[in-house]
């Protein structure tokens, strides 16, 4: 059901679309935790060393998607917060286009690369033909996923998070009970983790669709919506595509870095596959607080409701640096039983190195938590420079760890990228929320 959030309580409403938002995105996160977890208990530490050290290409393709939808259903949310049904659909109509058009072009993209970049990152020999087969299919699969992350964003930006959380929880429940059906049941191994997750796309993206037909007809597309001007597309891709090259863009960093963490053998590369999943789903929370604050932050900047954004930062700051501390303090304490869930209790040095990745990050949550909102306010307000080289700034501070601290500490200077990447890309937009917040306490009367 679309949500007006340019009237009532600023944080009842962020935290009422948030905590859907967080359960949507852990259970986005599940996709990869189902597959690492069962690759990994069933095939082994070197199949979840191939599954893992995929990670980076697999961040590169579907970080894009989820960004560049993301960006595109900004418009959208600004339509709708402006009362502006025919823009919505027309909106609608353009995220679909060009959702279409990336998704296809990063697919060769993505084919074509795989096992050039595989070998470039000195891949281990004897995990390189499971990785390359597990990441090819992975990128065949992006249409569906860009088809996917349109639909529910798209009904995101009309202030219902609930809907698209339980989409994502349907596709699920099908990718965990195709995954043992295909990795063992079919006898396709690592592969087979992937075709699953294919297939259970396919079936989320039906069941989306047919949704949206019955239940939103703002979301209904008119022949003449169709009929789209260059100017139009141009709107929407100038916020969308950045926000794709964005992710693309740290996700460069974080192709470097496995480059880096590759000479450190499988355990490594295990232990932080395996620590990296966890901590996926532990930073949902503040990643969600920062979503809720794009879908609030589009909507009141449509309705010309400034200082309720002001109002929504203040807000969310407090409940997301909240929980920051409780998911690190979890994570901290508890770190050694959840890595040695995906690898048994049989490898304690793979476990004692997640145990390790987890407290790092852990501490450092309270920082990624105000970078989340900083970066989405910015984002629904239409801004894309400052966050794209806020992503250039992790870029950088990643590639500093590949290059001095790894070589000089180890698997410990890999734990640390993360952290200096976040220090790296929260200052610039910290600044930049700061030059924006002087322009809303500014604002007109109607901002009341």
Not at 248 to 259: K, P, Y
Not at 275 to 300: E, H, I, K, L
Not at 353 to 372: A, D, E, K, P
Not at 413 to 441: F, I, Q
């Amino acid at each position: 059901m679309a949500k007006d959030m340019t009237e009532g309580s600023p944080w009842k409403l962020i935290l009422f679309f948030a905590l859907p938002l967080i359960a949507g995105n852990m259970v986005q996160q599940m996709y990869a935790f189902v597959d690492t977890f069962l690759v990994g208990r069933f095939l082994g530490v070197e199949a979840l060393a191939a599954v893992g050290c995929t990670g980076c290409l697999m961040f590169l393709m579907i970080g894009f998607v989820m960004g560049m939808t993301t960006g595109l259903a900004i418009r959208t949310g600004q339509a709708f917060g402006a009362k502006n049904e025919e823009g919505v659909r027309r909106s609608a109509a353009a995220c679909a286009v060009l959702s279409v058009v990336m998704a296809a072009a990063l697919t060769v993209f993505g084919l074509l690369i795989v096992r050039p970049v595989l070998a470039l990152l000195d891949t281990p020999p004897e995990i390189f033909d499971d990785a390359a087969a597990f990441i090819s299919i992975i990128c065949a699969g992006v249409p569906l996923m860009s088809l996917f992350a349109m639909q529910t964003n798209l009904i995101r930006a009309l202030g219902d998070s609930r809907i698209p959380t339980m989409m994502l929880s349907g596709g699920l429940v099908i990718n965990i009970i195709f995954e043992p059906i295909f990795i063992l049941g079919l006898g396709l191994g690592v592969p087979g983790a992937a075709l699953a997750t294919a297939a259970s796309q396919i079936l989320a993206n039906a069941i989306c669709f047919f949704y949206i037909r019955r239940h939103i007809p703002a979301l209904w597309i008119r022949r003449e919506d169709w009929r789209l001007t260059k100017a139009e597309l141009w709107a929407h891709a100038r916020i969308g595509l950045p926000m794709g090259f964005q992710a693309s863009v740290i996700a460069l960093g974080a192709i470097i870095l496995q480059g880096a963490l590759n000479g450190l053998g499988p355990q490594a590369i295990a232990a932080y596959a395996a620590a990296q999943r966890v901590d996926a789903v532990a930073v949902m929370p503040m990643m969600s607080f920062g979503m809720a604050m794009a879908t609030y932050t589009a909507q009141n900047f449509g309705a010309r409701r400034l200082l309720r954004i002001r109002e929504g930062v203040r807000s969310c700051m407090m409940m997301s640096v909240g929980f920051s501390v409780l998911v690190a303090a979890l994570n901290i304490f508890c770190g050694a039983f959840l890595i040695e869930g995906f690898v048994g209790a049989g490898e304690p040095e793979v476990v004692d190195m997640g145990r390790t990745y987890l407290t790092v990050n852990g501490l450092c949550y309270f920082v990624l938590s105000l970078l989340f909102i900083f970066r989405f306010t910015l984002q629904g307000l239409g801004q894309t420079a400052m966050p794209t080289f806020a992503g250039v700034m992790e870029l950088v501070m990643r590639a500093a760890a590949a290059v001095f601290l790894i070589d000089r500490f180890g698997y410990l200077g890999a734990c640390c990228a993360n952290p200096m990447a976040w220090v790296g890309a929260c200052v610039p937009l910290a600044v930049t929320y700061a030059m924006v917040r002087k322009t809303l306490c500014d604002a007109p009367a109607k901002a009341n």
